[in-house]
C-alpha cells in the first residue's frame, strides 16, 4: 500500500508489482529470492527479523538491486514516542490470539441463529435481539458478533408467536429492537420494490404495522426486555447501547463491570 501511494506521484509510471507476503523464515525468504531474481526491481521490505533482514539485503546486494526498509522510520518514531524497545517478532500483527478465536466464534454462532433458527441452543447466546421484520436484527447481530458476542435474533410475528424457549432464557440479555412505523413502511417499501414484489401489501400497511409495533412493545413490556429504539441509530450506535445495556446485565453476575 505503501509502495502504490508513492508511485501515484510519478505520472505516467508504469510498474509490475510482486507480492510475498507472511515471509517469516530464512528458507522462506531463499525460496522467493529466486523469484526476485528473476524479476528484479526495487524491493521494498516489512521484515523485521535482524537474521532474515540481513539476509535480504545480502541477496539485493549481489543482484545490485535498491532496497527500502519501509517500517524503519515508523517503528523508530513509536520507540521515541513510547518510550519501549519494539519486539522485531513477525507476523504481531496477524497474531491469532483467544479474543480473535472467541470473535469467529461468535460470528459462525450468530450465523447459525439468525432469524429465529435453532432456538434449541438460545441459553448459549451472550445476547437474543427481538423485533419485527426489518428493524435491523440482523446487521446489528453480526456487528455485536463481530466484538466477540454470541447473538441470537428472533422475529416477533403477530400471527406466529416465538418459541416458549424464548421468554425462560437465563443467561442471555434479550433486547427488544423498535422503531417508528413511518419509517418502518419506508424501509420494507424499499425492500420489496429491490426484491421486485408489488409495493403495496400488507407488509406495508400502515395500520398493520402500527399493530405489530403494538404487539411486540407490548411483549417486550410484559417480559421486562430493555428496548433500544433503532429510528434515528445507526447500526454502530445501537450496538454500542446494546453493549452498555449487557454490560449492566452482567455485572451483577460477576461482581463489578465487565
Given at each position: 500500500m505503501l509502495a502504490k501511494a508513492a508511485l501515484a506521484q510519478f505520472e505516467g509510471a508504469e510498474v509490475i508489482r510482486h507480492f510475498w507476503p507472511?515471509?517469516?523464515?530464512?528458507?522462506?525468504?531463499?525460496?522467493?529470492?529466486?523469484?526476485?531474481?528473476?524479476?528484479?526491481?526495487?524491493?521494498?521490505?516489512?521484515?523485521?527479523?535482524?537474521?532474515?533482514?540481513?539476509?535480504?539485503?545480502?541477496?539485493?546486494?549481489?543482484?545490485?538491486?535498491?532496497?527500502?526498509?519501509?517500517?524503519?522510520?515508523?517503528?523508530?518514531?513509536?520507540?521515541?514516542?513510547?518510550?519501549?524497545?519494539?519486539?522485531?517478532?513477525?507476523?504481531?500483527?496477524?497474531?491469532?490470539?483467544?479474543?480473535?478465536?472467541?470473535?469467529?466464534?461468535?460470528?459462525h454462532y450468530t450465523i447459525a441463529h439468525d432469524d429465529g433458527v435453532g432456538w434449541e441452543d438460545w441459553e448459549e447466546a451472550d445476547i437474543v435481539l427481538a423485533g419485527v421484520s426489518r428493524s435491523s436484527k440482523t446487521p446489528t447481530s453480526i456487528y455485536l458478533a463481530q466484538r466477540g458476542y454470541k447473538v441470537a435474533n428472533i422475529p416477533i410475528v403477530v400471527e406466529s408467536p416465538p418459541p416458549p424457549a424464548l421468554y425462560g432464557l437465563k443467561h442471555p440479555l434479550v433486547v427488544g429492537l423498535t422503531t417508528a412505523p413511518e419509517r418502518l413502511v419506508q424501509v420494507r417499501r424499499n425492500r420489496l420494490l429491490t426484491l421486485g414484489q408489488a409495493p403495496e401489501t400488507a407488509y406495508v400497511d400502515q395500520d398493520r404495522v402500527n399493530a405489530e409495533l403494538q404487539f411486540a412493545r407490548r411483549m417486550f413490556a410484559d417480559n421486562g426486555w430493555p428496548v433500544i429504539d433503532v429510528t434515528r441509530r445507526s447500526i454502530e450506535e445501537a450496538a454500542a447501547a446494546i453493549i452498555n445495556l449487557y454490560n449492566e446485565h452482567r455485572a451483577p453476575k460477576e461482581g463489578g463491570p465487565t
Amino acid at each position: 500500500m505503501l509502495a502504490k501511494a508513492a508511485l501515484a506521484q510519478f505520472e505516467g509510471a508504469e510498474v509490475i508489482r510482486h507480492f510475498w507476503p507472511m515471509v517469516r523464515s530464512q528458507q522462506h525468504l531463499d525460496r522467493i529470492m529466486r523469484e526476485i531474481a528473476a524479476n528484479p526491481g526495487l524491493v521494498f521490505y516489512t521484515l523485521v527479523n535482524s537474521d532474515t533482514r540481513a539476509r535480504l539485503e545480502e541477496h539485493c546486494r549481489t543482484l545490485g538491486l535498491p532496497v527500502v526498509p519501509v517500517l524503519d522510520a515508523a517503528v523508530h518514531a513509536l520507540e521515541a514516542a513510547l518510550g519501549q524497545i519494539p519486539r522485531a517478532r513477525p507476523g504481531r500483527q496477524h497474531a491469532m490470539d483467544d479474543a480473535y478465536f472467541a470473535r469467529v466464534d461468535a460470528v459462525h454462532y450468530t450465523i447459525a441463529h439468525d432469524d429465529g433458527v435453532g432456538w434449541e441452543d438460545w441459553e448459549e447466546a451472550d445476547i437474543v435481539l427481538a423485533g419485527v421484520s426489518r428493524s435491523s436484527k440482523t446487521p446489528t447481530s453480526i456487528y455485536l458478533a463481530q466484538r466477540g458476542y454470541k447473538v441470537a435474533n428472533i422475529p416477533i410475528v403477530v400471527e406466529s408467536p416465538p418459541p416458549p424457549a424464548l421468554y425462560g432464557l437465563k443467561h442471555p440479555l434479550v433486547v427488544g429492537l423498535t422503531t417508528a412505523p413511518e419509517r418502518l413502511v419506508q424501509v420494507r417499501r424499499n425492500r420489496l420494490l429491490t426484491l421486485g414484489q408489488a409495493p403495496e401489501t400488507a407488509y406495508v400497511d400502515q395500520d398493520r404495522v402500527n399493530a405489530e409495533l403494538q404487539f411486540a412493545r407490548r411483549m417486550f413490556a410484559d417480559n421486562g426486555w430493555p428496548v433500544i429504539d433503532v429510528t434515528r441509530r445507526s447500526i454502530e450506535e445501537a450496538a454500542a447501547a446494546i453493549i452498555n445495556l449487557y454490560n449492566e446485565h452482567r455485572a451483577p453476575k460477576e461482581g463489578g463491570p465487565t
